[in-house]
C-alpha cells in the first residue's frame, strides 16, 4: 500500500521525472548543441583520434564517464552512424567512423570546442610557473589543414617559462589520457620564441602553432 503521496500513476510521473533529472548533464557550455558534457568527452575522444580504438570499460575510464552512461552513449553514436564497434570476447570495441558524411566537420568541431588546446588549457592553468603554452609539430599542422601521411602519433607541447615541473609532468599524464595520445612537452624560457637560434627552434618558430590559452580555462 503506498502512503499519502498521491495516486501511483502520480507517483510514477514524479519518479520517472527525477531520475530523468538526475541522469541529465548540462550541456556543455563550449558547444551547447550536445546533449551533455559526458557526451562531449567520449565523441571528442573517438573522433579526434580516429585511429583509436577502445573497449567501453577503457573508453570509461578515459573519459571520466559511468560505463552505463559510456554505453548508452556509444548506442546512439553508432544508430547515428558516427562510430562502429565490433566484439572481440567479451569485449565491445569502438572507434571513429571515419566513413560517415558528418566525421570530418563534426570532429573539427569537437576538436576546436573539446580537443587538445582546451584540456591541455585546463591541466596547465594550475601549473605554477608557466607564461605561455603552445602545441607544435604534426598534431598543429593538422590543427591547421596541412595534410601529412602519417597518423599523429603523440601531441608536442612547447611550455614557456619556468614551471614547476613535477606539477607539469603529472598534468600532462592526465591531460594525455583524456586525448588518448602522450603529451610529449619541451620547456624553454621566456623569450626563446623571439631570441632563440637553432635548427629546432626555426623548425618551431617557422611552422604552425596552436596557441593553448591558459586563460580560457578559468572561463
Not at 103 to 123: E, H, M, S
Request: glycine share 8%; proline share 6%; aromatic share 6%.
Amino acid at each position: 500500500m503506498l502512503g499519502g503521496g498521491g495516486s501511483p500513476r502520480r507517483i510514477f510521473r514524479k519518479v520517472n521525472s527525477t531520475i530523468q533529472f538526475v541522469e541529465r548533464r548540462p550541456a556543455p557550455p563550449l558547444l551547447p548543441i550536445l546533449r551533455s558534457e559526458q557526451q562531449a568527452r567520449i565523441l571528442t575522444l573517438l573522433l579526434s583520434n580516429p585511429d583509436l580504438e577502445l573497449s567501453l570499460s577503457e573508453l570509461s575510464r578515459r573519459a571520466h564517464t559511468p560505463q552505463p552512461s559510456v554505453h548508452r552513449e556509444i548506442q546512439r553514436a553508432e544508430m547515428a552512424g558516427l562510430v562502429t564497434s565490433r566484439r572481440i570476447g567479451n569485449a565491445r570495441l569502438v572507434k571513429a567512423n571515419t566513413d560517415s558524411p558528418y566525421y570530418q566537420g563534426l570532429a573539427d568541431v569537437l576538436t576546436k570546442a573539446f580537443g587538445a588546446p582546451r584540456i591541455l588549457a585546463q591541466a596547465l592553468h594550475n601549473v605554477r610557473g608557466v607564461e605561455r603554452a603552445y602545441i607544435f609539430g604534426s598534431w598543429a599542422a593538422r590543427f591547421h589543414g596541412v595534410t601529412g601521411t602519417r597518423p599523429v602519433g603523440d601531441i608536442d607541447l612547447l611550455v614557456i617559462g619556468d614551471p614547476d615541473r613535477d606539477a607539469l609532468y603529472e598534468a600532462l599524464h592526465a591531460a594525455g589520457e583524456l586525448l588518448g595520445r602522450p603529451v610529449q612537452v619541451t620547456i624553454r624560457g621566456r623569450n626563446w620564441l623571439s631570441t632563440g637560434t637553432g635548427s629546432f627552434h626555426e623548425a618551431v618558430a617557422t611552422r604552425p602553432l596552436v596557441e593553448v590559452d591558459i586563460q580560457d580555462a578559468l572561463k
